[in-house]
């Protein structure tokens, strides 16, 4: 088995990067708003506004801005948060769970399931308008699903969670 790496191509990576900063500059905007109308101290809003930036901007990065590297050994789960190596034989199952946001807004994100039952999202598997193209995502995880089937000689087949 050969090193396959999975997640956003250039592009999906830059459209990442350019929410993440225009998310920056809406909220760095409001706060100069909020600064600028405010008759005493708006450090309570100023702090909120942060708070929120940094939530946004945090997701954006964690479940955009990763790859997953499928080795002989296990799977490289890679963010710019850190680097962790799960082995094949800990996978439990694999598992697309749809997500759906507060204005309605749907994406299929993939994940793995652990010996010890707790889910792992996997970086730049995303499916949703900024994220993967659907045939695209599909065949990540068709691929995803074709290396762990070979390296544990396991059967099931991808868990789809509504």
Do not use: C, N
Not at 1 to 13: K, S
Request: proline share 6%; net charge positive.
């Amino acid at each position: 088995m050969e090193e396959i790496r999975l997640g956003f191509g250039p592009r999906e990576q830059r459209d990442i990067r350019l929410r993440a900063l225009g998310l920056t500059g809406l909220f760095g905007a409001v706060a100069l708003f909020v600064v600028s109308r405010s008759d005493g101290p708006g450090r309570p809003a100023l702090v909120l506004l942060a708070a929120a930036l940094a939530l946004g901007v945090l997701t954006l990065l964690r479940y955009g801005s990763g790859t997953t590297l499928l080795t002989p050994s296990g799977v490289v789960l890679a963010t710019w948060f850190g680097r962790r190596t799960v082995s094949w034989e800990r996978i439990t199952r694999i598992e697309v769970r749809r997500r759906v946001g507060r204005y309605g807004s749907t994406w299929m994100i993939a994940r793995i399931h652990l010996a010890d039952a707790r889910p792992m999202p996997l970086p730049g598997l995303v499916e949703a308008k900024s994220g993967l193209p659907k045939a695209e995502f599909q065949g990540q995880v068709r691929t995803l699903l074709g290396y762990w089937q070979q390296a544990t000689g396991r059967t099931e087949m991808v868990l789809f969670t509504p």
